[in-house]
């Protein structure tokens, strides 16, 4: 199944649209969520914007780039996946923290199994940008979605410099 990091965002909240090469225990976040999706995903799409040219640089060489606008994310995933065109295909974005390889392996399994058209994770009931889509998104009915909701401690969007700490003092508990 094709795989799409989106990493094309401003990165307002946070000063810093490279979210993605944020560094957690000596990794990147995409670097992290490619090691936890490398045994289902293949090819890896990386979807930049003139705002993430560091981002691009850096994994120009290990995955496929795929330029878009900048108009906002849900215009550029539109058409990232018209452009791909191929089914199923999932997509998260760069700035997703994810505890372990389970809360991976559990969402594609029941997204696999669900029967719907996409399947999208919420942390916390909120939509997080990780999706697999069945089907290309206009062909889906309201009634062909389903949601995998995540606890804060399975998975984090990292928007702010809070949110980056709070994983970093997260996993310094775990640690001690």
């Given at each position: 199944?094709?795989l799409?990091?989106?990493?094309?965002?401003?990165g307002?909240?946070?000063?810093?649209?490279?979210k993605?090469?944020?560094?957690i225990?000596?990794e990147?976040?995409i670097g992290?969520?490619?090691k936890?999706?490398?045994?289902?995903?293949?090819?890896?799409?990386?979807?930049?914007?003139?705002?993430?040219?560091?981002?691009e640089k850096?994994?120009?060489?290990?995955?496929?780039?795929?330029?878009t606008s900048?108009?906002?994310?849900?215009?550029d995933?539109?058409?990232?996946?018209?452009?791909?065109?191929t089914?199923?295909?999932m997509?998260?974005?760069?700035?997703?923290?994810?505890?372990d390889?389970?809360?991976?392996?559990?969402f594609?399994?029941?997204?696999?199994k669900?029967?719907?058209?996409?399947?999208?994770?919420?942390?916390?009931?909120?939509f997080?940008?990780?999706?697999?889509?069945?089907?290309?998104?206009?062909?889906?009915k309201?009634?062909?979605f389903?949601?995998?909701d995540?606890?804060?401690?399975?998975?984090?969007?990292?928007?702010?410099v809070e949110?980056?700490?709070?994983?970093l003092?997260r996993?310094?508990?775990?640690?001690?």
């Amino acid at each position: 199944m094709p795989l799409v990091i989106m990493s094309g965002g401003t990165g307002s909240r946070m000063n810093m649209p490279d979210k993605g090469l944020l560094m957690i225990r000596g990794e990147t976040l995409i670097g992290r969520n490619l090691k936890f999706l490398e045994e289902v995903a293949k090819p890896v799409y990386l979807a930049v914007t003139p705002n993430t040219e560091i981002t691009e640089k850096y994994y120009s060489e290990k995955l496929e780039i795929i330029k878009t606008s900048g108009n906002g994310y849900s215009e550029d995933l539109g058409k990232v996946l018209k452009k791909i065109n191929t089914y199923p295909i999932m997509v998260i974005p760069g700035d997703i923290y994810f505890s372990d390889q389970e809360v991976v392996n559990s969402f594609i399994s029941f997204a696999k199994k669900s029967g719907k058209g996409i399947v999208s994770m919420l942390i916390e009931g909120l939509f997080c940008g990780v999706s697999i889509f069945f089907s290309p998104p206009d062909d889906v009915k309201s009634e062909e979605f389903q949601s995998f909701d995540v606890s804060e401690k399975q998975a984090y969007n990292v928007n702010t410099v809070e949110d980056f700490f709070l994983i970093l003092n997260r996993l310094k508990k775990q640690k001690n």
